[in-house]
C-alpha cells in the first residue's frame, strides 16, 4: 500500500487516517472532505488533500475509505469504484436501499473489490460467540436478546450531538442506521431475520427528528425470536447479546470482551479479554481488506451482505409504530 485516500474528517476518518499509518509504514494518506470544500490545514495522519473525488482518483490510489456520513456514501463510493480502487465504506453501507442496489451494480460492473466497515465481527470474543453457536453449545435457541445503549451527547463531547451525524434525518442518524452493527451482527449469527413489529421513539430528553430508541421484535428461519432494544439515552454504555438455549444460556458482553455460559448448576467464563484494545478490531478489518484488494482469502462484509442489513432496516422503518418522531 503505498498511496489511499480517506472521505470524510470525522472520527472514524480519523482513526482509519491513522491506522493506515500505523500499518503501512510511508504510506501516503490523502483526505477528502464529505462536503468536498478546500481545507484550511492538514489534519492530523495526513499527507494532503484534494478539493473532491474526482481528483483523489487521478492520484493513482491502492485504496480509499468511505467515511462520510451515510447519506452521501454512494455519491463518494461512485467514482471510486468506476475507477477500479479498492474501496471500504463505513457502515451502514447507504442510507437507503436504492443506493445500496445501484453500489451493488457498479462493484459488478467494474469487478472492484468493496467491503462494509462492520468491525464488531473482529472481536475475538465474537468470533467464539459464533462457533459456540454453530456447535449448539446451549441446545436449540428460542430467544435472543440483544440489547445496546449509549448516551448520545457524550459521543462527541467537542460538539453538540445536536451538530452531529447521529442527530441529523438529513444525514442517516438515528438509532437504526447509526447502531446498525446489532443488525449485521444479528443475521451474521442467527441468519435471515423477519420482522414481526417494531417501536421506533423519540425521546423528549433528545428532542431530534429521528428515532432515539427502536424495540423490534424479529424471528428467524429456525422460529428463534430475536429481540433487538437501541437506544442513544443509557448513561453507562451497555453492549450485550443473551441466548436462552435448551441446555442453558450464554451471554456475550461486547464491552468486556467476554462470554459467559450459565447452565443450572454452574457458570463457566468461557471468554475474557476485558483489556483488550478495541483498536485491534479496526486494524484487522483493514487488513482483512487488503486482503480482498489483492485477491486472498478474507472474512470482510461484502456489499450484498450490508444491503441486506439495509433492507432490514427499510422493513423496520415501513412498518414501525412511530411515538415521537416523523417517518
Known amino acids: 500500500m503505498k498511496k489511499a485516500v480517506v472521505v470524510g474528517l470525522g472520527n472514524i476518518a480519523t482513526r482509519h487516517r491513522r491506522n493506515l499509518k500505523k500499518l503501512f509504514p510511508g504510506i501516503l494518506v490523502f483526505a477528502v472532505s464529505s462536503s468536498e470544500r478546500v481545507l484550511s490545514e492538514l489534519v492530523d495522519d495526513c499527507d494532503g488533500y484534494f478539493p473532491d473525488i474526482q481528483n483523489a482518483v487521478s492520484e493513482g490510489l491502492d485504496l480509499a475509505i468511505v467515511a462520510s456520513p451515510s447519506t452521501y456514501h454512494f455519491k463518494h463510493a461512485q467514482k471510486l469504484i468506476e475507477a477500479g480502487i479498492p474501496t471500504l465504506i463505513e457502515k451502514p453501507v447507504t442510507a437507503t436501499l436504492a443506493d445500496a442496489k445501484s453500489l451493488i451494480e457498479l462493484s459488478s460492473k467494474h469487478e472492484t473489490p468493496v467491503s462494509i466497515g462492520y468491525c464488531l465481527r473482529y472481536i475475538p470474543s465474537a468470533i467464539m460467540f459464533k462457533k459456540l453457536i454453530e456447535h449448539d453449545s446451549v441446545g436449540n435457541i428460542y430467544n435472543v436478546n440483544i440489547d445496546i445503549g449509549q448516551f448520545l451527547p457524550d459521543w462527541r463531547p467537542t460538539k453538540s450531538y445536536r451538530e452531529s451525524v447521529s442527530a441529523s434525518k438529513a444525514l442517516g442518524g438515528g438509532v437504526l442506521l447509526e447502531l446498525s452493527h446489532e443488525l449485521d451482527y444479528a443475521q451474521w449469527l442467527f441468519g435471515e431475520l423477519n420482522i414481526v413489529n417494531s417501536i421506533l421513539r423519540s425521546s423528549r430528553e433528545l428532542l431530534m427528528d429521528v428515532e432515539s430508541i427502536a424495540d ?112
Open 216 to 327: 423490534i421484535t424479529a424471528i428467524n428461519n429456525n422460529q428463534t425470536v430475536v429481540n433487538i432494544h437501541m437506544d442513544f439515552l443509557q448513561k453507562k454504555t451497555w453492549r450485550q447479546c443473551n441466548i436462552i438455549g435448551s441446555e442453558g444460556r450464554l451471554t456475550w458482553d461486547l464491552i468486556q470482551n467476554e462470554i459467559i455460559k450459565y447452565t443450572k448448576n454452574n457458570k463457566e467464563i468461557i471468554y475474557s479479554d476485558p483489556d483488550w484494545d478495541s483498536n485491534e478490531m479496526y486494524l484487522d478489518m483493514l487488513l482483512d481488506f487488503v486482503s480482498k484488494s489483492t485477491g486472498l482469502l478474507n472474512e470482510c462484509v461484502t456489499l450484498d451482505v450490508a444491503v441486506k442489513t439495509v433492507e432490514l432496516i427499510e422493513e423496520i422503518k415501513t412498518n414501525s409504530l412511530y411515538i415521537g418522531c416523523a417517518k
